[in-house]
């Protein structure tokens, strides 16, 4: 029974990080077209750099890999605390080596509601006027602002 609780622990860590919802990139090429869709235009106010975790995949097999090595180390209850401990050693060094920097940009618009995105690239700067669509309060898009754009 010892054997079979120290996996599926850290199988269930696992599932709970992934079951954390994280905020998507937002696409910057094109605007969606939908009527239930809202268009707006603004300002970028502010821009924060944002490290991304690894997808969930690589985590679990890192985390996997750290649980094996940690628990092959010493004997009885040191074997299980190694391994868990292995299991976020291995997260973390997937989360460094294969997570991005993204932009979370800061956008005001003319009446002065003030939205937040992710997007990837570094193609926006303070200052820069924009249009976005939102989609139930979340920025589902966002371009610079161009006159075709509000047509």
Avoid: W
Wanted: charged share 20%; hydrophobic share 40%; glycine share 12%.
């Amino acid at each position: 029974m010892r054997l079979i609780r120290f996996p599926l622990i850290v199988v269930l860590g696992l599932f709970v990080l992934g079951c954390a919802s994280s905020e998507k990139e937002i696409p910057t090429d094109q605007l969606d077209d939908a009527p239930s869709i809202v268009r707006h235009s603004g300002v970028v106010t502010n821009i924060r750099e944002v490290k991304k975790d690894a997808s969930l995949g690589k985590q679990f097999g890192a985390s996997f890999l750290g649980a094996l090595v940690g628990g092959q180390i010493g004997g009885g209850s040191t074997s299980t605390i190694l391994g868990t401990s292995g299991a976020f050693i291995g997260q973390d060094i997937a989360n460094e080596k294969y997570g991005e920097v993204v932009d979370r940009l800061i956008l005001k618009d003319a009446n002065g509601v003030e939205y937040n995105c992710l997007v990837h690239g570094h193609d926006f700067k303070v200052g820069d006027k924009v249009t976005f669509t939102v989609v139930e309060n979340h920025v589902s898009a966002i371009i610079h602002y161009t006159a075709e754009a509000e047509d």
